[in-house]
């Protein structure tokens, strides 16, 4: 019998356990309405309950129309312990009608339906504790701080307060603090306390059932940390300015600006020495006029007495250039009896340095000089020239005179000799070439002539452009350049 006894018992353990049923059952229903749950529970006691959602055709639902209840997760004053999002139509596998089980805690959950569009279906349970006894228990609440302290027990430099509330019935709804007499705020994170001296911070919990729990307090001091020894002397750099030529030797003068940094005590003072001499204090920037090369040296020191090593710049001062550059015009060509340019003349530009020159023609705009000149319009022509150095130097314009006279082939004796081609008024920039018989651009393009419309005159400039692109007296882009001012000129209209 005892045998018996011991195997029954043995085969008991053995066996699964009863699952544990709910406690209560709650239930949410729903119909083609987008606008609210068709029924809900406004209250419930903790523990553990079956969830049921039916939003089907016994509800109500004709049209199908699809709904969730969701419980809200992240709304703060509200339980986030329960994760339930059930999804049902009158359709799925279930005809809309699902359970499921969760556990309650005390206190408030928020629900709403999570399809776009049915924003308005929302609501509130409210979890009481179990038995429906109220929760008249206020919270434990308590605070710590942490941080590194001296031997006195004071923290160095900075203390973290950490509040802390539990409470066992209807759940922390609220934890404050308030620092060094200032009011009341709520607490989210651990609080650090910076400020050197005592301080004060009061704390106190409420829950979810309006107790509020008698006010706490944790004094502590906060002191300054003990300066750290400095060791690292500066930082100290050199900054060299001035114009500068094509070898990158410094025009006329040279400045050196010294700055030093130092992020423990502080810089005390920066010296230098030049080319050679003893250091001394530096107290701004040092200009160098003396030609040639120098060497300059420098070092700093912290208010702990560490100094830098020594550092150098080295750079070359050469003496300004202030004298402008001589130019001389040349004009050469066949000369009659009484010195006219039989056909042409050739202006040739020199100047006695290096640089640009520049040239302009009777009233002309001042063009850049690459080659000699030549002028070939009939009558008296003034070239002007300058010269400018690479020291930006200019000098005086040098002009000449002279007077150029038919050579007895000149296509176009009485010449349009303006220097760019014009048309009725707007320069189009294009240098008024000599076309080879004596006559300019100017002249072939005929502004004056006689046109029978506007068209004809855009066409016959077509025509003497596009020969001379032939003949390489033009550029297309400069043909284009004539034939646009023509179309928008007024010439034949």
Known sequence: MKRFLLLLAALMLLSPAAPAT??????????????????????????????VF?????????VGMPHTLTFDTTTAGYNHDV????LANPFDANNGRHEATVTLTPGKY????????????????????????P????????????????????YIGSATVTVTATDSGSGVDTVEYSLDGGAFQAYTAPVAVTAAGAHTVRYRATDKSGNASAEGSLAFTVVAPEPEEDTTPPTVTAQLAGDRDGEGNYVGTATATLTATDAGSGVAR???SLDGAAFTAYTGAVVVGTPGMHML????????????????????????????????????????????????????????????????????????????????????????????????????????????????EDGCPVSDTRPTVVIDGEDTGVPNKDTGNGCTINDLVAEHGDYPDHAAFVRHVETVTAALVTGGTLTKRQ??????????SDIGS
């Open 83 to 86: 994760t339930l999002n059930i």
């Open 110 to 133: 928020r629900y709403f339906c999570s399809i776009p569009g049915h924003g308005t279906m929302v609501g509130e349970l409210v979890v009481t504790q179990g038995g429906g006894e």
């Open 270 to 272: 920066i010296e230098y």
């Open 479 to 488: 043909q284009g350049a004539i034939v646009r001012a023509a179309a928008r």
């Open 297 to 408: 040296h420098y070092r700093a020191t912290d208010n702990a007495g560490n100094t830098s090593a020594e550092q150098m710049a080295h750079f070359t001062v050469v003496e300004r250039d202030d004298t402008p550059p001589t130019v001389t015009v040349e004009v050469a060509g066949e000369q009659d009896d009484t010195g006219a340019y039989v056909g042409g003349a050739t202006v040739t530009v020199s100047a006695s340095e290096a640089g640009t020159i520049q040239y302009s023609l009777d009233t002309g705009a001042w063009t850049a000089y690459t080659a000699p000149l030549t002028v070939t319009g009939l009558g008296a022509h003034t070239v002007r020239a300058r010269a400018t150095d690479a020291a930006g130097n200019t000098s005086a314009d040098e002009a000449v005179t002279f007077t150029v006279v038919s050579d007895g």
């Open 22 to 51: 709910a406690a209560q059952t709650l239930t949410w229903t729903a119909d083609g309405d987008v606008t609210r749950y068709k029924s809900a529970p406004a209250s419930a006691v903790a523990g553990a309950t079956t969830i």
């Open 54 to 62: 039916e939003n089907s055709e016994a509800t109500g639902n004709t």
């Open 135 to 154: 929760d008249t228990t206020p919270p434990t609440v308590s605070a710590q701080a942490a941080g590194n302290r001296d031997g006195d027990g004071n």
